[in-house]
């Protein structure tokens, strides 16, 4: 059972960045497709990016492209999201997510429902 624990939230100002960090226990990250997603106040949640489990491919929602940057280190079972030039929109509680062991190198998620294991997020507040 693969367990993901975020850290790196906070309180920052707008126009600030962050960078978010998802270990992983339990089981190792390489061959899962790694996503990050976001829950805003009353709102669903939303992707953000996801990213190859050979890292050879990154994909962000096209909101965010640009902003968000997915990267990840299998040696070190951890998947990162920089986010720069921060926004009060960007105000939301993130979430990575790990597919199910993959076959093929160039599988990615944009859905939710696509994969098996979640963290239980972490707290970005951006003050205006």
């Known amino acids: 059972q693969v367990q993901l624990v975020e850290s790196g939230g906070g309180l920052v100002q707008s126009g600030g960045s962050l960078r978010l960090s998802c270990a992983a226990s339990?089981?190792?990250?390489?061959?899962?497709?790694m996503g990050w997603f976001r829950q805003a106040p009353g709102k669903e949640r939303e992707f953000v990016a996801t990213?190859?489990?050979?890292?050879?491919?990154?994909v962000s929602a096209d909101s965010m492209k640009g902003r968000f940057i997915i990267s990840r280190d299998n040696a070190k079972n951890t998947v990162y999201l920089q986010i720069n030039s921060l926004k009060p929109e960007d105000t939301a509680v993130y979430y990575c997510?790990?597919?199910?062991?993959?076959?093929?190198?160039?599988?990615?998620?944009?859905?939710?429902?696509?994969?098996?294991?979640w963290g239980q997020g972490t707290q970005v507040t951006v003050s205006s």
């Open positions: 339990g089981g190792t990250l390489s061959n899962r497709v």
């Open positions: 990213i190859t489990w050979s890292g050879g491919r990154t």
């Open positions: 997510a790990a597919s199910s062991i993959q076959s093929g190198v160039s599988h990615y998620y944009t859905k939710g429902d696509e994969y098996d294991y």
